[in-house]
C-alpha cells in the first residue's frame, strides 16, 4: 500500500474531492483524517471509512480561525502521533462581477482559500520536522491558478496565490524532507460546481446547459467533466511519491482545458 501507516489530514473532506481523496487514501492503508466546518458530515465520511476496514477520525476545524486548526492538529498529533500529509482542500465560491463583489465576500474567499492554507500549514510543519520523515503538503488550486473567467476574481486571485505559497513552503520545506505542491482541477461535479450552474446561468443569461457547454467545458479537448477520481489519483501521487524531485509544482487535471 502506498501510504501504509501515514497520518493525512484532509481538509474539506466532508464533501466532494476532499471525501475521495480521504477515500482513496484511506484504502492506500493510511490513517486519515477528516477535517471539515461540517462536523457531522465529517464523521459520516469517518464512519464510512472505518465501515470499509480503514481507519480514521473526523474533527471540527473552520480552516480560517487559528487557535481552531491549531487544536484539531494538536488533537490528531495526540491521536496518531504525528503528521504526514496535509492536503489544504477547503473552499468555496463566490461569483460576482468585480465592481459588485462586497467586501465582506472578498475577504471570506481569501479567507478560506489563502489563510486556511497558510494557518494549515503553519500547524503541521513543526509535526513533519520533528518527525524526521519530512512530508507532503498539498494545496488544491483549480484551472482558475493559472487562467480567469468572468465573475470569479477572488476565487482567481486566491487560487493563483496558493502556488506562491507552495513554491515557498517547497524551499523552506526541501531541507527536512517536506515536498509542496498544487493540484489544478478543471470543472468537478461537485455541490460546489452544481450550485454555480444557476447562478452563471441567470448571470450571464444562458441556459443551464449552455453553461456546462459553453462556459465551463467549452475548452476540454471532449467536453467531459474532470471527475473526483481523477483528482484524487494525483493527490495520491503527490503524498506518495517518494523524493524532493517532485517539489514545488503544479500539475492540472483538466480535459485539456489549460495546457502548459
Ligand atoms: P465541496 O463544496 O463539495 O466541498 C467543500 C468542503 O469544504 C465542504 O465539505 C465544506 O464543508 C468545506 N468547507 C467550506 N468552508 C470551510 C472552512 N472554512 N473550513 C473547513 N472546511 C470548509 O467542494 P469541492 O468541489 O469538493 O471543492 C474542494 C476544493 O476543490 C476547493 O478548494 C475548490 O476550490 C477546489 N476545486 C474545485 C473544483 C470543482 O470544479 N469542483 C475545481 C477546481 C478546484
Redesign the pocket.
Known amino acids: 500500500m502506498k501510504l501504509d501507516s501515514k497520518v493525512c489530514i484532509v ?9 475521495e481523496i480521504a477515500l482513496t487514501y484511506a484504502r492506500e492503508g493510511a490513517k486519515v483524517v477528516i ?4 462536523l457531522q ?2 464523521q459520516a465520511v469517518a464512519d464510512s471509512i472505518a465501515a470499509l476496514g480503514g481507519t480514521a477520525m473526523a474533527v471540527t ?4 480561525r487559528e487557535a481552531e486548526v491549531d487544536d484539531a492538529v494538536a488533537k490528531v498529533v495526540a491521536a496518531y502521533g504525528g503528521v504526514d500529509v496535509l492536503v489544504s ?5 463566490i461569483v460576482h462581477p468585480v465592481e459588485e463583489f462586497p467586501f465582506a465576500e472578498w475577504k471570506k474567499m481569501l479567507a ?2 489563502l489563510d ?1 492554507a497558510f494557518l494549515t500549514t503553519k500547524a503541521c510543519l513543526p509535526h513533519m520536522k520533528a518527525s524526521g520523515r519530512g512530508g507532503s503538503i498539498i494545496y ?5 491558478s493559472k487562467e480567469a473567467s468572468v465573475l470569479k476574481s477572488a ?1 482567481v486571485t486566491a ?1 493563483h496565490g496558493l502556488i506562491g505559497l507552495c513554491k515557498t513552503v517547497a524551499k523552506e520545506g526541501g531541507a527536512h524532507g517536506i515536498r509542496a505542491n498544487v493540484i ?10 452544481d450550485k454555480q450552474i444557476p447562478e452563471q446561468a441567470q448571470a450571464l443569461g444562458l441556459s443551464e446547459a449552455e453553461v456546462i457547454a459553453k462556459v465551463m467545458l467549452k475548452e476540454t479537448v471532449d467536453g467531459e467533466f ?1 471527475t ?1 477520481q481523477d483528482v484524487a489519483e494525483v493527490a495520491l501521487l503527490f503524498a506518495s511519491f517518494g523524493s524532493n524531485a517532485l517539489t514545488g509544482q503544479s500539475l492540472v487535471v483538466s480535459h485539456g482545458w489549460f495546457m502548459q
Open positions: 481538509t474539506g473532506a466532508a464533501s466532494g474531492i476532499g471525501k477535517a471539515d466546518i461540517n458530515a465529517a476545524m473552520d480552516v480560517t482542500n477547503a473552499g468555496v465560491q478560506i482559500h486556511g488544491m488550486g483549480s484551472v482558475h476565487y487560487k489544478c482541477p478543471g470543472f468537478v461535479r461537485t455541490p460546489l460546481v474532470t473526483v
